[in-house]
């Protein structure tokens, strides 16, 4: 199962728009809310999560998405479940893919040494030194996918995609939401 974990605060289009390409892809994924099942975003929209935080395990966790917003990528950062999905992934080689400022979660994690990655502007310093930082809307490097912010929700839940579903499938979605 592919996670992407909601907490209060978070940033609606980088949540939401991985969520709808993913599901697109025929990728199985739920959103996963930190604190209950509604979830409020930093623009005032509530979203029902499809489950809580307190109902799932890393039994079944395929990957993790963590989007970003203020402040609900410290709310999930605070979230010990969050934090045991991204080491467990990280641990087996399983994707773990965060855009905006919540990258910052996995550079204090230490999941980001010697990887390319792409944050929002500011939040570098977050990344461990050891990251190493591109101008990019979206980066993969291994099973390690970031994007920059709002504006590349689209690139990093394609980006996502590809990982996920494979190129063919990545690209035909591409094409039908009418990305370049």
Known sequence: MVYVFLADGF??????????????????????????????GSHGITV???????EITTDDCEAVILPGGMPGTLNLEKSPIVKACVKYCA??????????????????????????????PGFESELDGAAIVQDELAVTDGKIVTGKGAGAA????LAVATLLAGSEISNKTRAALQCK
């Open 11 to 40: 940033e609606e289009t980088e949540a939401l728009a991985p969520v709808d390409i993913l599901r697109r892809c025929e990728v199985e994924v739920k959103t996963v809310g930190v604190g209950g099942k509604e979830i409020t």
């Open 154 to 157: 689209i690139e990093f839940g």
């Open 91 to 120: 641990d087996n080689d399983l994707p773990v893919c965060a855009i905006c400022a919540a990258p910052s979660i996995l550079g204090h994690m230490g999941v980001l040494k010697g990887r390319r990655v792409t944050c929002f």
């Open 48 to 54: 029902i999560a499809d489950m809580t935080e307190s």
